[in-house]
């Protein structure tokens, strides 16, 4: 089983859509969540970064963590074109921002 | 652009082969880590270099093996190339201190045949 689980998609939206991404893991051990943004062909850029339970908000992008369930979403309102990017989770278990376990990530295609 | 730059950008090896990539990471960051992207998937952790010093590494063979030189650029080198070696390297640097990013470079698509 692999410690972080993310479905691949594709997830294909209309314009002004709501779109859930989500991911679960197994170890109770992770305290930080982050939310990637890779466009093709680049590296991954933070959208989100979370600590513990709890909601996070940034603008259009809203970041849950449900450490009871071991699970966590990322909310993005009225999505645009722009927004078609693969979507990854990440997971530390160390105060450190540099050693990561990512889901595979969601492709999300959102469609004018 | 985040400041990370690695090179080469793209690279073909046979099996058997080395490879040495590099990564220059952003001004002022002291941490490097690197990640290998199989295609359709998330990056994995390789390892993580802190001041010149391996600081923890993940499920990955010793064949991969890595370098941090006193101005905070590193190096991966992988020996004995097998096809599964095919993937995006990524690396990552960021600095100490609370709430650092990790900010990472393009990558280098490496390609074993």
């Known amino acids: 089983q692999k410690e972080v689980e993310q479905d691949p998609g594709p997830l294909s939206v209309p314009e002004g859509a709501i779109v859930s991404l989500n991911c679960t893991y197994s170890n109770s051990a992770f305290q930080y969540f982050m939310w990637y943004r890779q466009y093709s062909r680049k590296g991954p850029e933070l959208l989100m970064y979370?600590?513990?339970?709890g909601n996070k908000e940034d603008g259009r992008f809203t970041a849950q963590v449900d450490k009871s369930s071991k699970y966590i979403s990322l909310f993005i309102r009225d999505s645009q074109p722009s927004d078609s990017a693969t979507y990854l989770c990440?997971?530390?278990?160390?105060?450190?921002?540099?050693?990561?376990?990512f889901g595979s990530g969601t492709k999300l295609n959102v469609k004018p | 652009e985040t400041g990370v730059t690695q090179s080469p950008t793209h690279l073909i090896k046979t099996r058997g082969q080395q490879v040495t990539l590099r990564c220059s990471s952003q001004s002022g960051h002291n941490t490097v880590s690197w990640y290998q992207q199989a295609l359709g998937q998330g990056p994995q952790f390789i390892f993580q270099y802190y001041r010149e010093e391996e600081n923890g590494r993940g499920n990955f063979p010793p064949r991969f093996s890595g370098l941090q030189f006193p101005n905070y650029s590193s190096e991966l080198n992988v020996n004995a190339l097998e096809l599964d070696d095919s993937a995006l390297y990524l690396c990552?640097?960021?600095?100490?201190?609370?709430?650092?990013?990790?900010?990472f470079g393009q990558g280098t698509r490496l390609t074993v045949v």
């Open positions: 990440a997971m530390s278990a160390e105060y450190n921002f540099n050693k990561f376990y």
């Open positions: 979370t600590y513990s339970s």
């Open positions: 990552a640097s960021s600095s100490e201190g609370l709430n650092t990013e990790a900010f």
